[in-house]
């Protein structure tokens, strides 16, 4: 891990925006995520999966979890009429639910915020659905963090492909070799790495980071225990320059 920490070191100076995976990275959406695949294994009269279990299958959005959850199987597709049948089911009950238990992480805000304090712009990159996910962070009271928002539909690759960094390192007009992605899953280290990103995993999200790290494909950059350090690194880069 040394060879990593002095590149993230080098790195971290020329920062110029952080990229965040959503659930599990800002917020642990897993209660209202699994409520509403509780409520549809009700619906569509199938065993109903404990709340652990659904957890696992969180990270690819909604439409893979919903065959994960028909299917009890993390790679199996669901009968087609089936899964619309549960999906509508699916997206009615969580849309109505997004935020009953869902609650960001306990330093989310203050993290954001001390970035947001030094002009770095902070950009959201999730598997989630793109309204799903803007209405989540405004109902969590952290949309106005963020310049842009990309859900798992909003271009026709979603992660672990590196397009959604890219076109959001384009869109800010920036190299992705200088922004960071942060994340809890081996779809954000992956896209990271494929997109020349910095991946910096954090320890409390749904991956298990200590896992991730014994493979180079999925080893994180970097591992953070909470948000605010990711600013603690980079404010006195900034301090120095000033």
Wanted: aromatic letters at 8%.
């Amino acid at each position: 891990m040394t060879e990593s920490y002095s590149m993230t070191t080098t790195a971290l100076e020329h920062v110029q925006a952080v990229a965040f995976d959503l659930d599990g990275t800002l917020c642990d959406s897993v209660p209202d995520l699994a409520a509403a695949a509780q409520a549809m294994c009700a619906h569509l009269g199938l065993p109903v999966l404990p709340t652990q279990t659904v957890e696992s299958y969180v990270g690819d959005g909604i439409s893979k979890l919903v065959h994960r959850v028909i299917t009890h199987d993390r790679e199996k597709e669901a009968d087609p009429e089936i899964w619309e049948k549960g999906f509508v089911f699916f997206m009615k009950y969580y849309r109505d639910h997004l935020s009953n238990f869902t609650r960001p992480y306990p330093e989310t805000e203050a993290g954001l915020a001390l970035l947001k304090s030094l002009g770095i712009p902070l950009v959201v990159i999730t598997n989630k659905n793109e309204i799903l996910a803007v209405e989540l962070l405004k109902q969590l009271g952290l949309a106005d963090y963020f310049s842009l928002i990309l859900g798992g539909d909003s271009l026709p690759e979603k992660k672990p492909s590196p397009l959604p960094l890219q076109h959001a390192a384009e869109v800010l007009g920036i190299d992705p070799a200088n922004m960071i992605m942060v994340g809890d899953s081996r779809n954000d280290i992956i896209a990271a790495k494929a997109a020349g990103c910095l991946s910096v995993g954090v320890t409390f999200g749904y991956g298990d980071m200590t896992l991730l790290s014994q493979d180079k494909a999925t080893q994180p950059d970097w591992i953070i225990g909470s948000l605010p350090e990711i600013y603690e690194n980079l404010q006195p880069k900034k301090a120095e320059d000033d």
